[in-house]
């Protein structure tokens, strides 16, 4: 099962599964295209290897590869109860915020919502 877990400015897609067999989580990042329907990549963590990546320029998939990288340890924490963690995520993440004044941008990206 995939979890929803972020949307970025640009309408791209971030979701993430449970932990697999193999100990890792699949991220799964697709971002909605007129021509094309959907471009799509995914990626394993704690690794980092990206696989099945169609239609993203190296420069959206560096941003992409940039997000994935700063809210690893959030994808990692949720992994296994979604639900539980992403609610407090969200609440730390807000108490931060409120703390110093960050405005929610991360990597070139305005943070519109963090499921």
Do not use: W
Request: one cysteine or more; hydrophobic letters at 30%.
């Amino acid at each position: 099962m995939m979890y929803p877990f972020m949307t970025l400015d640009d309408g791209a897609e971030i979701v993430h599964s449970e932990t697999l067999s193999d100990g890792q989580v699949k991220v799964y990042i697709e971002k909605p295209d007129e021509k094309d329907c959907f471009h799509h990549a995914t990626c394993y963590l704690p690794s980092y290897r990206s696989e099945d990546i169609y239609d993203f320029s190296e420069k959206e998939m560096d941003r992409y590869r940039d997000v994935v990288e700063s809210t690893a340890h959030l994808i990692l924490e949720q992994r296994d109860a979604p639900f539980c963690s992403a609610f407090a995520g969200m609440r730390k993440g807000r108490e931060k915020r409120e703390k110093t004044g960050e405005n929610g941008r991360k990597n070139g990206f305005d943070i519109l919502e963090q499921k």
